[in-house]
């Protein structure tokens, strides 16, 4: 059984306190009486490869650079062309 504090779950789950402190009020991560958070707790576990997996995919689709969208020029119309 590991114990670790909301900053140390944060760091390990890849996301910011602020963030963290809006899934333990959604109860999407279970914290005991003191405030401390059970890693091998399996609602913590579930979350915790969840957020993982996520992290992975978004790291490894943004490493494709994206394509330029192409422009298409035209002259402006003269008065007598109008």
């Known amino acids: 059984m590991s114990i670790v504090n909301r900053a140390a779950f944060a760091a390990i789950c890849e996301m910011s306190i602020h963030a963290l402190n809006v899934y333990i009020s959604r109860n999407k991560v279970a914290i005991m009486l003191d405030k401390q958070i ?3 707790n399996p609602l913590n576990l579930a979350f ?12 490894s689709s943004s490493s494709v650079a994206p394509v330029p969208k192409e422009r298409i020029y035209t002259k402006p119309l003269s008065a007598s062309q109008v």
Not at 50 to 58: C, D, F, L, P
């Open 38 to 40: 059970d890693t091998e």
């Open 48 to 59: 915790k490869k969840k957020r993982k997996q996520m992290v992975r995919k978004a790291k």
